[in-house]
């Protein structure tokens, strides 16, 4: 038997197993490969898990989950708590009974994430991502970056050498770094319709262990005495429907095309490169899915605290280099590029910007480390922003704050039904809706012959009537299992987008109240 640490939604076709995050399956067979293995559920269902999804149950873990931590771990980071314990403990009293009537609170550890007090099944605030240190950021966009709590957060891996511009995260195998006591990992990162957790830290404990890693307050903003440049001012106007930003006068957009397989290390290690070109400068330049993980992650903690920041498609370490995942892939980044062109912020930021922009090698590198070193990330990057309308009251603010929450919620229980019955319906249609219409054709053709036996002359018509009767019905078979990927596949997809955007809101609401 195997207890399953982390929720993992099956794709439609590939004879997977959705399982819940404490559940406990029955392995069948572990010799796979690939990273996964064969399990069967408490229903009787049997499919594919990825194997670092579960934890073989031992004779030593039946009484509680191994999280790959030792006691002299939990004294270290114990013993690099204390020191600010007695500085968050007055704080932490004063917030406590707030925190914990909030449900949109990811920092509530008693409840995190759950919609109400009652028996909530889903945890919209999903597990944060494990964090990779870098080697020359400043501790405050590590601070930053560990205090947001967004279900799609990508914490890392950075890479050991800032400097290292072939240094490979498409490769199966992500270090964790050492100094946090806990071991390698290799995470079985497939990409799937719901799979906006699927880079899983080794090992979960509480977010208040680490000094940084709790609520994300305003004190730092009120007390820095930090000034924003001019031109990283973020201008707030009254439009017609409310607040908005301001737009640019000129838009752009960004293709996403011609991926490349290229090689390192005489080919030891591989990965896919992607042509990006934007339309206002027809200039081209070449990414890998490190680059993106790199991008999204300076934009989660740049603006991550007052805009939601969709997540990438996942990684996957099975069939990377396969023509149709690298299609999926393409797509989607396509998608994600495509919304991030057209936010007024985003777009013009100076990290998205050089990105898009770099002329060569040594101009990246340089951008890359300056985009690091920003100190206006996090909560600070309020300060940047200047409203035009008055000051709002406290009750109005809450009052919003609050009609924001209900909509959002709601909004995500519904994009997540849909996903659901999207997914159900897309295996009917590609496994036994089309095996009943094969059945039938073959079974009218088997009719036909049976009367083309008979010898009667004056049955020909009937006979190639109920041919092709029964021809047409496994056209139809297939026309069914095609059908999906022409329609529901461009909603599920949307809506897989939506869900990462929702999952932001609760912290950015967290934020603003």
Same mark, same amino acid.
């Given at each position: 038997?195997?207890?399953?640490?982390?929720?993992?939604?099956?794709?439609?076709?590939?004879?997977?197993?959705?399982?819940?995050?404490?559940?406990?399956?029955?392995?069948?067979?572990?010799?796979?490969?690939?990273?996964?293995?064969?399990?069967?559920?408490?229903?009787?269902?049997?499919?594919?898990?990825?194997?670092?999804?579960?934890?073989?149950?031992?004779?030593?873990?039946?009484?509680?989950?191994?999280?790959?931590?030792?006691?002299?771990?939990?004294?270290?980071?114990?013993?690099?708590?204390?020191?600010?314990?007695?500085?968050?403990?007055?704080?932490?009293?004063?917030?406590?009974?707030?925190?914990?009537?909030?449900?949109?609170?990811?920092?509530?550890?008693?409840?995190?994430?759950?919609?109400?007090?009652?028996?909530?099944?889903?945890?919209?605030?999903?597990?944060?991502?494990?964090?990779?240190?870098?080697?020359?950021?400043?501790?405050?966009?590590?601070?930053?970056?560990?205090?947001?709590?967004?279900?799609?957060?990508?914490?890392?891996?950075?890479?050991?050498?800032?400097?290292?511009?072939?240094?490979?995260?498409?490769?199966?195998?992500?270090?964790?770094?050492?100094?946090?006591?806990?071991?390698?990992?290799?995470?079985?990162?497939?990409?799937?319709?719901?799979?906006?957790?699927?880079?899983?830290?080794?090992?979960?404990?509480?977010?208040?262990?680490?000094?940084?890693?709790?609520?994300?307050?305003?004190?730092?903003?009120?007390?820095?005495?930090?000034?924003?440049?001019?031109?990283?001012?973020?201008?707030?106007?009254?439009?017609?429907?409310?607040?908005?930003?301001?737009?640019?006068?000129?838009?752009?957009?960004?293709?996403?095309?011609?991926?490349?397989?290229?090689?390192?290390?005489?080919?030891?290690?591989?990965?896919?490169?992607?042509?990006?070109?934007?339309?206002?400068?027809?200039?081209?330049?070449?990414?890998?899915?490190?680059?993106?993980?790199?991008?999204?992650?300076?934009?989660?903690?740049?603006?991550?605290?007052?805009?939601?920041?969709?997540?990438?498609?996942?990684?996957?370490?099975?069939?990377?280099?396969?023509?149709?995942?690298?299609?999926?892939?393409?797509?989607?980044?396509?998608?994600?590029?495509?919304?991030?062109?057209?936010?007024?912020?985003?777009?013009?930021?100076?990290?998205?910007?050089?990105? $898009?922009?770099?002329?060569?090698? &040594?101009?990246? #590198?340089?951008?890359?480390?300056? %985009?690091?070193?920003?100190? +206006?990330? /996090?909560?600070?990057?309020?300060?940047?922003?200047?409203?035009?309308?008055?000051?709002?009251?406290?009750?109005?603010?809450?009052?919003?704050?609050?009609?924001?929450?209900?909509?959002?919620?709601?909004?995500?229980?519904?994009?997540?039904?849909?996903?659901?019955?999207?997914?159900?319906?897309?295996?009917?249609?590609?496994?036994? $809706?089309?095996?009943?219409?094969? &059945?039938?054709? #073959?079974?009218?053709?088997?009719? %036909?012959?049976?009367?083309? +036996?008979? /010898?009667?002359?004056?049955?020909?018509?009937?006979?190639?009537?109920?041919?092709?009767?029964?021809?047409?019905?496994?056209?139809?078979?297939?026309?069914?299992?095609?059908?999906?990927?022409?329609?529901?596949?461009?909603?599920?997809?949307?809506?897989?987008?939506?869900?990462?955007?929702?999952?932001?809101?609760?912290?950015?609401?967290?934020?603003?109240?």
């Amino acid at each position: 038997q195997a207890r399953v640490m982390y929720d993992f939604a099956a794709e439609p076709g590939n004879n997977e197993l959705t399982v819940s995050e404490g559940e406990i399956i029955t392995i069948t067979n572990p010799d796979v490969g690939g990273g996964w293995l064969e399990g069967k559920n408490s229903q009787g269902e049997r499919g594919l898990v990825p194997t670092d999804y579960v934890e073989i149950i031992t004779e030593g873990t039946k009484d509680g989950i191994s999280c790959g931590n030792s006691l002299a771990d939990q004294a270290f980071f114990d013993s690099l708590s204390s020191n600010t314990a007695q500085t968050n403990s007055a704080a932490k009293s004063s917030n406590q009974a707030s925190i914990a009537n909030d449900p949109w609170s990811s920092w509530n550890v008693g409840k995190s994430g759950n919609w109400d007090n009652g028996n909530a099944v889903d945890s919209w605030a999903m597990k944060p991502d494990s964090a990779a240190g870098q080697r020359n950021s400043a501790s405050n966009n590590w601070e930053a970056a560990a205090a947001f709590g967004h279900p799609q957060a990508y914490q890392g891996p950075a890479a050991a050498d800032d400097d290292d511009w072939d240094d490979d995260w498409d490769d199966p195998k992500s270090t964790s770094p050492s100094y946090l006591g806990y071991k390698e990992t290799e995470a079985s990162e497939a990409g799937g319709v719901q799979r906006g957790n699927s880079r899983a830290a080794a090992m979960k404990l509480p977010l208040n262990k680490f000094p940084g890693f709790a609520k994300p307050g305003m004190e730092q903003y009120l007390l820095a005495k930090q000034l924003p440049k001019p031109k990283e001012k973020i201008p707030i106007i009254i439009g017609d429907y409310g607040p908005m930003w301001v737009y640019p006068t000129s838009t752009f957009d960004c293709v996403v095309a011609d991926p490349k397989k290229g090689s390192k290390m005489y080919g030891l290690k591989s990965y896919i490169e992607y042509q990006l070109t934007c339309t206002n400068t027809n200039r081209s330049v070449n990414h890998r899915y490190k680059h993106f993980d790199w991008l999204y992650e300076r934009l989660l903690v740049k603006f991550g605290l007052a805009i939601p920041i969709p997540s990438l498609p996942d990684k996957q370490v099975t069939g990377r280099f396969e023509e149709e995942f690298i299609k999926m892939r393409m797509e989607r980044l396509q998608a994600w590029m495509t919304r991030m062109c057209r936010h007024p912020v985003v777009s013009e930021s100076e990290v998205f910007q050089q990105f $898009l922009n770099f002329r060569d090698e &040594k101009e990246w #590198k340089t951008g890359k480390r300056k %985009a690091e070193k920003d100190e +206006t990330v /996090g909560v600070m990057i309020f300060s940047t922003m200047e409203p035009e309308a008055p000051d709002l009251d406290m009750v109005e603010i809450e009052q919003k704050c609050d009609a924001v929450g209900r909509f959002t919620k709601a909004m995500d229980d519904g994009v997540k039904e849909l996903l659901t019955v999207g997914q159900e319906h897309w295996k009917r249609c590609t496994g036994p $809706l089309p095996k009943e219409y094969q &059945k039938i054709g #073959k079974a009218l053709q088997s009719l %036909a012959l049976v009367f083309s +036996t008979s /010898g009667y002359q004056g049955e020909s018509d009937l006979n190639g009537a109920i041919t092709e009767a029964g021809k047409t019905y496994e056209e139809i078979a297939s026309l069914v299992a095609d059908q999906p990927k022409k329609d529901l596949h461009f909603l599920m997809e949307t809506n897989h987008e939506y869900k990462g955007f929702l999952g932001c809101f609760p912290d950015i609401i967290a934020a603003h109240k």
